[in-house]
């Protein structure tokens, strides 16, 4: 049932590896004392069509019992309040099913809290009423709490946290020597216009990326079978020539974002996560060669 407890966020930030913490506050809206017994948090996303995603872990800032398995906050009178600090352990796909639903938007986050609580009324000149109630808090902004995170704060956000793409969290994201540093910069461009849901500009980085390697590692423009011959002089004939191949496909797959000649390509965020995703595996895969 809605109780007399409210919401209210303060802060997101990442707290430890693979850990984000939401900083929030719950308030008192009525003149009683409200023991906070149990407490379970959920979180959600989506724009019109909300997902669940996971469960959240507690952290009430405030006095506990049992070893945390079960909270005593008390809170006092109207406007009463205390710290609440919510731990999300995410997971790369978790972070994926929220980036591919803002569509090139903000990303929007609902967290739903259910609290057991003993309710202490007082009455003048009586015995005060004591009840357990189940109480859903809601916020400033309605049931259940709404998170909005502008597009540059989450794409900062994954920044921060080093987020790619599930497919990257099983890859190791590429140490790029010296002579792949412009290389490499084209390639962080590639994954920022992803974020923003920007195919074409995401596609054309891509190009640029594999372009400038003739120009970081001879100081001239050269063929890029040159390229190849230097970052893979050891492998056999055979295997130069299947990545070769591999890597002109991919230039002109790439090259639909640039529209330098005929009818642009319409293009799509599938088609950019496929761009940044390949990108990213084949400069890690030549790379280490160059190191070696």
Known sequence: MPGYLSLKFISYHPVAPGTLAFDLAIVQTNRR?????????????????????????????????????????????????????????????????????????????YIYARFTVQAIWPRPKENPIVNYEIETP????????????????????????????????????P????????????????????????PAPALAACYKAFECLGFDLFGKEVQRKDVLDLLMGSAELTKQEAVLSLLRSLQCFFQFGRHDKGAPVKLTQNDAQ???????????????????
């Open 33 to 109: 004392t409200a023991h906070i017994l149990s407490t379970e948090f959920e979180l959600w996303f989506g724009h019109s069509n909300r997902q669940f995603l996971c469960r959240l872990g507690p952290d009430i800032t405030t006095e506990m019992t049992g070893g945390g398995a079960q909270f005593v906050v008390e809170l006092k009178d109207e406007a009463a309040r205390t710290g609440c600090r919510l731990l999300w352990h995410y997971s790369p796909d978790q972070l994926q099913r929220i980036d591919e639903s803002r569509n090139g938007g903000k990303a929007i986050l």
């Open 138 to 173: 809601g916020s400033e902004n309605g049931w259940p709490l709404r998170i909005e995170i502008a597009e540059s704060d989450w794409i900062a956000l994954l920044s921060d946290i080093g987020f790619r793409h599930p497919a990257m969290d099983r890859i190791t994201w």
């Open 175 to 198: 140490l790029l020597p010296p002579a792949f540093s412009r290389a490499e910069g084209h390639l962080n461009d590639a994954w920022l216009h992803y974020r923003r849901a920007e």
């Open 274 to 292: 496929m761009a940044v995703v390949c990108a990213t595996v084949l400069l890690a895969y030549l790379a280490p060669t160059k190191q070696s």
